[in-house]
């Protein structure tokens, strides 16, 4: 079977593309991109309806580096725009393939279904914000890297927040994830947030030396005690192989999420204005129609619930008026929970703790949960993110046949301590075998 009809044969199981491509030559290596990433002459929806009609004349940084390597099979299902963590806010929603009736995570749930799902060598390149890596990557049992802010370019993403966005990778091995992170990371003049840092082979990370682990208290508070426990067993697995683990405090954590939801969601509301059926976006007959008319009809049919709701929360946010008691608290919040990681990754290499608080839920149970509660299930992912430190989650174990994912943090350009470590850890821990569909 050629590897587009493997890919229809997933997709048919899984629902984890929005659009499939012809490949011809398969390569060593194949890429996936999440849908909010541009890609020439393919559709890159971001998972909104509004996009529906988008194909980009270019392709993303990240998309040409990647075809020099290698092909790129299909693009992958997400939250529309990045917003949520279950996948389900979305047109098309991807199954998790360890129990179909659960969530892959989100927002890069249809790159970790795939991943954990397509038997060739296979990259998937997403994207977090607040955690849409390592979430789905906890919740469908691969390995999925975020990196320091700036190390990857953003020139060709669809922007959820551009401070907060970085474009990362998934595999099922943390070697993987090296090579992925190789061929996308590097300057870019077309991204003036782009980090000015050479091109670096990061396979050549895997080696080093011991690393110190810090263990933060917070972390394991409010968590379903069956991801705890095997979350610890991973720890002191390390620990038994000559690994140090010291308690550490994280004490900022709880503000983080209330921080980063109102500088996500103010950073959403001015990035989606451009939305309104002119240059981006479904058209509808503007005859007859004003300019207010006809663009709120546009926006009114193409943005789903969640993105209206996040536009309303960020534009509130930034009103005159409320701008110093919200935005503004919230970036100075932001700054501290910044240094509470830097004085803490002072005292040791590598910060270890679950990547998700809970197993990954029932898709019908999710419809009865408040928009309030998706947002506190990313309490664990949403802080690293917001100080822009590189992370990785990579599987420890499952419950009940469920995935549960070791998040391992650590310091800003620090990628070779989380790779390194990962690598220690999948060797300890062993193979493990993926389902088939
Ligand atoms: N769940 C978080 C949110 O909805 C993070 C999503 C992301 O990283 N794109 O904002």
């Excluded at 993303?60 to 806010?89: H, M, S, W, Y």
């Excluded at 009809?297 to 193409?302: I, Q």
């Excluded at 309030?372 to 802080?383: A, F, G, I, M, R």
Aim: charged share 25%; glycine share 8%; proline share 5%.
């Amino acid at each position: 079977m050629s590897i587009t009809e493997d890919c229809r044969r997933i997709d048919e199981k899984l629902s984890c593309f929005t659009a499939i491509s012809d490949v011809s030559e398969e390569g060593d290596v194949v890429f996936s991109v999440k849908d909010c990433i541009c890609t020439k002459g393919m559709l890159s929806s971001a998972g909104s309806k509004i996009l529906q009609n988008y194909f980009p004349v270019f392709d993303a940084t990240v998309v040409e580096r990647l075809r020099q390597i290698g092909p790129i099979i299909g693009k992958t299902c997400q939250d529309e725009f990045g917003f949520g963590t279950f996948c389900k806010n979305t047109y098309k929603i991807p199954k998790n393939p360890w129990d179909t009736e659960r969530s892959c995570g989100g927002s890069s749930g249809g790159a970790a279904c795939l991943t954990a799902v397509l038997d060739h060598p296979h990259i998937a390149v997403a994207e977090s914000t607040g955690g849409s890596i390592s979430c789905p990557a906890a919740f469908c049992g691969v390995v999925g890297l975020t990196p320091t802010y700036g190390l990857v370019s953003r020139y060709g993403l669809i922007d959820y927040a551009n401070s907060l966005d970085k474009i990362g990778v998934m595999g099922r091995s943390i070697k993987e994830c090296a090579f992925g992170l190789t061929v996308i990371a590097g300057h870019d003049p077309r991204d003036s947030t782009s980090l000015k840092v050479k091109r670096k082979d990061f396979t050549e990370s895997l080696m080093g030396a011991p690393l110190k682990i810090g263990i933060p208290k917070q972390y394991f508070k409010n968590i379903d005690p069956r991801v705890g426990e095997k979350v610890w067993n991973a720890i002191r697995k390390l620990e038994s192989i000559g690994f140090v683990c010291q308690e550490a405090s994280l004490d900022y954590t709880k503000y983080a999420l209330a921080s980063y939801y109102l500088i996500a969601m103010a950073e959403a509301s001015t990035n989606l204005a451009k939305f309104c059926g002119l240059r981006y976006g479904t058209s509808s007959n503007p005859e007859e129609k004003g300019f207010n008319e006809y663009f709120s009809n546009v926006r009114t049919n193409g943005f789903g619930e969640e993105a209206k709701r996040r536009i309303i929360m960020g534009t509130y946010a930034r009103m005159a008026g409320y701008r110093d008691e919200l935005y503004l608290k919230a970036m100075k919040i932001r700054t501290l929970v910044i240094n509470d990681f830097k004085r803490e990754l002072k005292k040791v290499d590598v910060l270890m703790a679950p990547t998700m608080p809970m197993l990954p839920p029932k898709l019908s149970d999710i419809a009865s949960i408040t928009p309030l509660q998706e947002y506190q299930s990313d309490v664990l992912t949403v802080p690293v993110n917001l100080a822009g430190m590189p992370h990785v989650s990579v599987p420890c174990g499952f419950v009940d046949g469920l995935p549960v994912g070791l998040h391992i943090m650590s310091d800003h350009m620090q990628e070779s301590k989380i790779i390194q470590m990962a690598y220690v850890y999948e060797k300890a821990r062993g193979k493990i075998e993926y389902p088939k569909v």
